[in-house]
């Protein structure tokens, strides 16, 4: 799943009958860990928790964090340390610092020592538990501790983020399922977020149904493997997507991430079947050679990957693939890094998430010699964003005249006054405020035609 980091915009809303306490998430990783912050400011709101503006206005600062790659964790640990140096810099008093997600999930009490500990550990199955916790660190609760751990997998814990913290009209992410079952070998998520477990076809229904009521239209439904979803032998995602097309007032389903080897035949006739699922798949190859994909244990070769593609630009008109792709793993040669450019030019994605291989505690590849040497991961990986960048030129100057249609999402950051759209098969483009004569809101939808490219955004002459 692609990742990145952003923060939850904080939403000023009065307290209840809360305890005064003021809180700020910031959240770092995947859409999971967005949606995830999401619910857990749902279950603080419910008790009275606050939202803060930002570190210097918190009681309470939680960091949702991920473990994907080493660098991931060492931003997280120096985080910790620069906001308790920024607060003391501010006459500030000592906030209390929790650290939820995947990081909590593999370190625990761990992260209670050291220079950079923190009060809270809280994983990824326990968020019900934060606002007991924070009233007792808080020092409103019988048996108060100064520090508090709570970790572990349950199968009983699916959380549903509110609508109230959403912000209309965007795309409302709805994770259908946590966890993972496969293995790939460099990977940490199936330790961090343990077993793939299903929220129900009824319980994700009703949750849309909620989203609609409150205004939304589009949705994107979340998981790490949302291609492999299948509810007790009966429903697999492709009758989760006819299930969720039916909702009246929907207009657009996308998903995120699919995994090749369960994307079958049946899954794509649907995608292209349905008009509102979006023609946009995320399918993350990581590597082009066979080696590689065996070692990793990714389950699927590269011409079955290459086939897949084949068949879903015949039955999903207009769609367009992202990736993701690891360089440098254990024992990869010149020949097998070749091999990923290869799919690159074939595949033609309209953009990757490309990662040097990180090398993560106690999982099975975490035994292989990790013998490609850092310059040489460097090399490949700037090497595969510079195809990756002519690529996606060549494809985009032949876009450039015709008419995109899509979806205002957000203020764009440039140029001044104007708004950033997404198409049905997620490409950008920007428009001015005046477009199409009056003042344009997120929600609206607006037809344009391009005029050039500025990186994987299309410019646009009015
Ligand atoms: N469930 C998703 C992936 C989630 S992790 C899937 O199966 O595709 C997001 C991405 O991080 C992965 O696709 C992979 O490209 C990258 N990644 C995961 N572990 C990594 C590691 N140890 N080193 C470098 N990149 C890694
Ligand atoms: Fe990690 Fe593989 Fe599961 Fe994706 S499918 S989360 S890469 S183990
Ligand atoms: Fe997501 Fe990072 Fe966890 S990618 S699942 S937040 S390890």
Redesign the pocket.
Known sequence: ?A?FHSELKSIAQPSKDGQGCKVFIETYG?QMNVYDSQAIDGLLDKDGFDRARDVFDADVILLNTCS??ELAEHKITSRVGEIRQQRVDADAPPAIIGICGCMAERLGIELQKGKNRVDLVVGVDNYDKLPGMLTHLMGKGKNQKRRHTATGHRTDAHYVAPPSVYPVNNSHLVTIHKG?DYK?T????PYTRGPQTEKSPEAIVQEINTLVDSGAEEVTLLG??VTAYHWQQELDFAALLESVAEIDGLKRIRFL?G?PKDMHKHTMDVIGGLDKVCPWLHL?I?SGSNAVLRRMKRLYKQDEYLNMVDYAKKVIPGVTFST???VGFPGETEEDFQATLEVLRLVKYDQIFS????V?PGVPAAKLNDNVSLDEKKRRLAEVIKLQDEIWLAEAEEQVGKTLEGIVESAAKHPKDSWRVRTANNRKFVVSNSHQGNGLKIGDSVSAKITGIASTTFLTGD
Do not use: A, E, L
């Open positions: 799943m990742d995947c994907v790659r993972c790939c460099y990977c940490i998520v790490q493997n991430t995994h993350p990581q993701d792709i690891i990662f040097k291989y990180s993560r």
